[in-house]
């Protein structure tokens, strides 16, 4: 009997109850037709389904940012240790270099050697243009890295005894020349002006 009281107690259904429920189950927002209707457009309901889709889609990407991450720390980590593998190649390969120039008598070899570092030049030079000589003195600041007994570039100095490592000297050479017409070093050259040679 309770269930015939409240069926008895909903209103009659109309014409345009069928339509509004015939509107929803299509898509539409349940207005009435008419501009308004026609402004809103059709709604798609969410369904489970829907939802299911949009989680697995986040998921998705989830996903892919993180191995995005992975990638990326696995090739920063790969380009620092090439960059180390590089390195000691490098080093390896300027080692076998110095082993190689190290074999040539200390005249021949064109670079500083190892064992001694300058650290300051102090470069004198007094030109005599009467008789085209000139006089120089230079003074080398030298650090030295190995025991030895040479200081090279291929002027060859040969010393008594091997200089101390951790130590810094003092080199100083003092020499004359003649000013040379030969372009190589320092050289003479002349110009005219005014119909005298200067």
């Not at 299509?26 to 402004?39: F, I, Q, T, V, Y």
């Not at 090439?82 to 490098?90: L, N, T, V």
């Not at 230079?138 to 007994?149: I, T, Y």
């Not at 130590?167 to 050479?173: A, C, D, G, Q, T």
Request: net charge neutral; proline share 6%.
């Amino acid at each position: 009997m309770a269930l015939e009281e409240k069926r008895e107690k909903r209103p009659p259904v109309t014409p345009m109850m069928i339509e509004e429920e015939a509107a929803l189950r299509n898509g539409s927002r349940g207005l009435p037709p008419g501009p308004w209707a026609e402004a809103a457009g059709p709604r798609p309901r969410t369904t489970e389904r829907h939802i299911a889709v949009h989680k697995r889609l986040v998921l998705g990407f989830a996903v892919s940012i993180l191995a995005l991450l992975a990638v990326t720390m696995i090739a920063v980590l790969l380009s620092v240790r090439f960059e180390e593998c590089g390195a000691a190649a490098d080093e390896e390969e300027e080692e076998e270099e110095w082993q190689r120039r190290r074999e040539l008598p200390l005249w021949a070899r064109p670079r500083l050697p190892r064992h001694l570092r300058p650290l300051h030049y102090n470069l004198m030079l007094s030109a005599f243009m009467e008789n085209f000589t000139f006089s120089g003195e230079v003074n080398v600041q030298l650090e030295v890295r190995n025991a030895s007994r040479y200081i090279t570039q291929v002027f060859v100095v040969v010393l008594n005894r091997s200089l101390e490592v951790q130590r810094s000297y003092n080199l100083k050479i003092i020499y004359n020349a003649l000013i040379e017409n030969e372009l190589l070093g320092f050289f003479r050259s002349s110009y005219v002006l005014h119909g005298e040679r200067r």
